[in-house]
């Protein structure tokens, strides 16, 4: 009993530490510069959206599906660790790194590897950019009694790109670190080192050479070369402009010599970003939200980087930017896990006043492995001086359960809601602006896309092959007590997957769901039950009319111009503000109480199920 005092005893003077520093550092960031939320939003781990507001307009693009046992689908991959994708964008082409590992993180051999893309929305198969580097062996890094026996390195990178000013030559990076065990932490400062390459107009990449080894890496023979031995003064001159530039090179302080005089400031802490205030200065962002703001691009800190008071962000990234209307946006996960992904956005770079959707989705993590966490996750954008595209909005990477790689397409300015009815007929809407107002996730076995049907007109297709994923797209509205939600949907099938509609309030929480079912029947869900509504049929158009009313929780059915009678909602909200369509039952799990770690595989994840189809004609909302 005494030592459960002692210990008890122990653990509140440590909570009270942690509270003493918390209000110590809440009272250092207020006296100065520094970035704060000050909106009242907060997320709800209970659910994977955090029952936040979507930013209007947002598609979420699956780039890769990772696939083990059918790597033809994943573009020759079957490596299934795929994380911290990195985005820049050069010669009207958008960039995307990413590192993989055959199964969990820190698991040798590792590689890196780089997709492209013209439009953000058709990616190229990933190449290797950095290919396996293994360790000789009897290899022993200091400090850890492991002798290395056909040991590979792995990668770990917090940049992936850097566009020369002089030269505009794009220059593609990654870390080779050593894990001698899966404990092992690879970032301790004594890898290998830090390599570099050129990516050339053309898409082929020049040879690889050194850019700054661990000096506790003695070279070996057949290495790569330092890259001043490039005979390419171009290329040279390029490197040494990174090497110069201080926010750059602050990237790289959990990977460098923990004592190298190019990390201005060498605390390493983990995953910086930065982008400049109107008034010259530089914000900077790390993980846990920690905050500081420099006066001189990087070489010195106003102060040592503290949380950021208000924002809720845990070991996951946290990004930051200007955008394209002068205004600024954060995007992170909102919570202690990796869900959801959000973005607040600010006037003047330090105080944020909104929490918004991103991505609220978790599909299954198919594939068991070391650290694998579940959620969207490690967000990276377009740092600055890496390009700008053309369209204006904000573009980021990401990881799901460091298993998938996806962007998001952010539109700029970013807002929460419409006004106005709806009346969308997309055959009749410009060409590329279709869906300029839903938001949506679309992946490689579950794509959402504007397609035509066997009339040639042109529909909102949700598609669905995955066994462990769904299609989704929904389309916010103006929020309204009661009113009239009118779609035309054409099922090219009616004995495999479904489909459900729904309207909720813009927290996400539904009061209606309509399902296509996979035995032909379109139902309605009535308390805990499912009732008929009528019979569809492969390759019919329903037209379905919804007039809804939050006082009375009821609404009344019409499909193709017959009325289905009133039917009452299965939850009260007070307003709708959103209709979505979604071709697969909501997920919970995980949750808040999930085991961190998933050390199984599911069953035949890498084997598409039968394709179910729905094309979506218009949509109506008043």
């Known amino acids: 009993m005494k030592n459960k005092n002692i210990s008890v005893l122990h653990n509140a003077g440590r909570g009270l530490l942690a509270s003493a520093f918390l209000g110590l550092s809440m009272f250092a960031a207020n006296a100065q510069d520094t970035v704060k939320y000050t909106g009242s939003t907060l997320s709800n781990v209970d659910y994977h959206h955090g029952q936040l507001t979507p930013a209007v307009g947002v598609h979420n693009i699956q780039v890769l599906r990772a696939n083990r046992e059918h790597p033809e689908f994943a573009g020759g991959m079957n490596w299934t ?13 958008f960039f995307l790194e990413f590192l993989s590992d055959p199964v969990g993180e820190h698991i040798p051999p590792g590689k890196t590897f780089l997709m492209t893309s013209k439009d953000g929305y058709s990616w190229s198969d990933p190449k290797v950019v950095f290919p396996e580097y293994k360790l000789p062996d009897g290899y022993q890094k200091e400090g850890v009694p492991v002798v290395a026996k056909d040991l590979y390195a792995v990668m770990h990178q917090r940049m992936g790109f850097y566009v020369s000013k002089k030269t505009n030559k794009l220059l593609v990076l990654g870390y080779y670190g050593i894990a001698m065990d899966a404990k092992d932490d690879p970032n301790d400062g004594k890898g290998i080192g830090r390599v570099v390459r050129e990516v050339y107009a053309d898409g082929k990449y020049g040879p690889i050479y050194f850019i700054r080894p661990n000096k506790s890496w003695k070279m070996l023979k057949g290495d790569f070369p330092m890259f001043n031995k490039s005979k390419d003064k171009a290329f040279v001159a390029a490197c040494n402009e990174l090497l110069a530039t201080p926010l ?22 983990k995953a910086f970003c930065y982008y400049h205030l109107d008034n010259g200065k530089y914000v900077g962002l790390w993980k846990h939200a920690l905050t500081s703001v420099s006066n001189d691009a990087g070489k010195t800190w106003q102060y040592n980087p503290l949380r950021a008071p208000g924002f809720v962000n845990s070991n996951a990234k ?45 599909s299954s993590m198919r594939y068991g492995g070391n650290y694998k966490s579940y959620g969207p996750q490690y967000v990276r954008g377009i740092a600055e001086g890496n390009g700008t595209p053309p369209d204006g909005n904000m573009w980021v990477g990401y990881s799901v359960n460091k298993e998938d790689i996806w962007v998001a397409k952010v539109p700029v300015p970013v807002r929460s809601t419409v006004t106005g009815p709806v ?23 579950t794509p959402v896309k504007i397609s035509k049907d066997a009339t040639g007109t042109k529909v909102l297709q949700l598609s669905d092959k995955d066994p462990y994923d769904f299609a989704k797209a929904e389309r916010v509205i103006e929020a309204a007590a009661h009113g009239s939600i009118e779609f ?27 399902i296509f079912d996979n035995d032909g029947q379109l139902k309605y869900k009535a308390g805990y039950r499912n009732t008929g509504i009528t019979k569809y049929e492969a390759g019919k ?8 009313n939050t006082a009375t929780r009821s609404c009344v059915i ?29 997920r919970r799990f995980p949750d808040a109480d999930t085991p961190t770690d998933q050390s199984f595989d599911l069953k035949n994840p890498g084997t598409p199920v039968k394709e179910a189809v729905f094309n979506i004609k218009s949509f109506t909302a008043k």
């Open 81 to 93: 660790y795929n994380h911290q994708p990195m985005l820049a964008y050069w010669n009207n082409t």
């Open 248 to 269: 750059v090179t602050q990237q790289w302080v959990e990977e460098a010599d923990r004592d190298d005089p190019l990390i201005h400031l060498q605390r390493p802490i």
């Open 318 to 362: 946290i990004w930051g930017q200007r955008t394209s209307d002068g205004r600024f946006a954060t995007v992170y996960n909102p919570s202690e896990f990796r869900w959801p992904l959000a973005v607040s956005t600010s006037d003047d770079g330090l105080n944020y006043k909104d929490l918004l959707l991103v991505n609220g989705e978790i």
């Open 423 to 445: 009346n969308e007929v997309f055959n009749s809407l410009p060409a590329g602006q279709e869906l300029n107002f839903w938001n949506y996730n679309s992946g490689q076995w």
């Open 488 to 514: 035309s949907v054409t099922p090219q099938q009616n004995d495999t997957g479904l489909m459900h509609i729904e309207l909720q309030d813009e927290r996400g929480t539904a009061a209606v769901r309509l």
């Open 541 to 548: 158009a329903l037209d379905i009319k919804i007039d809804y």
């Open 558 to 586: 019409f499909v193709n111009g017959e009325n289905k009678g009133p039917r009452i909602f299965f939850a009260p909200i007070h307003k709708v503000a959103r209709v979505t369509f979604r071709t697969g039952e909501l």
